[in-house]
C-alpha cells in the first residue's frame, strides 16, 4: 500500500518537472524568437512546408481520413498567410481569424474520426497526428506574438501603429526596446501572484 503511494507520487513529481522543463524551454524560445525575428520567420516557413509534406506523405502512405488531412493542409495554408506581416499579426484581419477557425475546425475533426472509427490506433500514432497535423505551427506562432507593439523601434514608421488590434514581435532593428512577449507575460504574471501569495516582497524589509 505504501509502496503504491509512493509510485503515485513519483508519477506526479516526474509531471511536475516536466511541465517545468517544458516552460523554461518554451520561455528561452520565446526570447530566441524576439531576438532573431528575421531568423525565426525564416524558420517558421520551413516547418511549416515538412509539416505540409508530413501531411501529404500520411495521405499516402497511411489509412487515415482524407477530410481530416484536407483541413490540416489548408489549415496550414492560412497559417502560411500569416507570415507575409510577420512578426506583425492583426487580431481582427481575415488571415488571423480564418487561421483561427481552421485550427479550431481541424481539431474538432481529427477528434471526432479517432473517437468514432472503426480501426484502432495507438495513442502514440494519435499524439504524433494531433502533434504535427493540429499543434505544432500554432504552438509556435504563440510562443513567437508579444503582447503589445508599442515596445517596437519603429512601431512610429508602422502604417497600422494606430490600430490597437495589431501585435507582433521585436525585428532585428534595434536591442534598446524592451520586449514582452505573451509567455513572459505569462511568466511574469505567475511570479507577480506568488510573490503575493508567498509575501516574499514583504519578507525583504526584514533582512
Given at each position: 500500500?505504501f509502496?503504491?503511494?509512493l ?12 511541465v ?9 524560445f ?21 509539416v ?9 502512405f ?20 500569416l ?9 481582427t ?30 495513442f502514440?500514432e494519435?499524439?504524433a ?8 505551427i ?12 508599442t515596445s517596437l ?11 490597437p488590434n ?27 501572484k ?14
Amino acid at each position: 500500500m505504501f509502496l503504491s503511494l509512493l509510485i503515485l507520487l513519483s508519477y506526479a513529481l516526474g509531471f511536475v518537472f516536466c511541465v517545468v522543463c517544458l516552460a523554461c524551454g518554451l520561455y528561452y524560445f520565446s526570447e530566441l524568437v524576439e531576438e532573431h525575428a528575421t531568423v525565426a520567420k525564416r524558420w517558421i516557413k520551413y516547418t511549416m512546408w515538412f509539416v505540409m509534406g508530413v501531411i501529404l506523405l500520411l495521405g499516402i502512405f497511411e489509412d487515415l481520413d482524407f477530410t481530416s488531412l484536407l483541413l490540416s493542409f489548408i489549415g496550414h495554408c492560412c497559417y502560411y498567410t500569416l507570415l507575409t506581416e510577420f512578426p506583425f499579426v492583426t487580431l481582427t484581419g481575415f488571415k488571423f481569424i480564418s487561421s483561427v477557425l481552421s485550427f479550431i475546425i481541424s481539431h474538432i475533426s481529427w477528434f471526432m474520426f479517432f473517437r468514432n472509427t472503426e480501426n484502432w490506433y495507438p495513442f502514440g500514432e494519435i499524439i504524433a497526428v494531433f502533434t504535427f497535423c493540429v499543434w505544432l505551427i500554432p504552438l509556435i506562432f504563440f510562443i513567437s506574438l508579444a503582447a503589445n507593439d508599442t515596445s517596437l523601434p519603429m512601431a512610429n514608421n508602422y502604417s497600422s501603429h494606430s490600430n490597437p488590434n495589431i501585435i507582433g514581435i521585436d525585428s532585428e532593428f534595434s536591442k534598446k526596446k524592451s520586449r514582452i512577449s505573451v509567455l513572459k507575460s505569462m511568466f511574469a504574471w505567475l511570479k507577480e501572484k506568488t510573490t503575493d501569495i508567498t509575501g516574499q516582497k514583504s519578507m525583504k524589509h526584514y533582512y
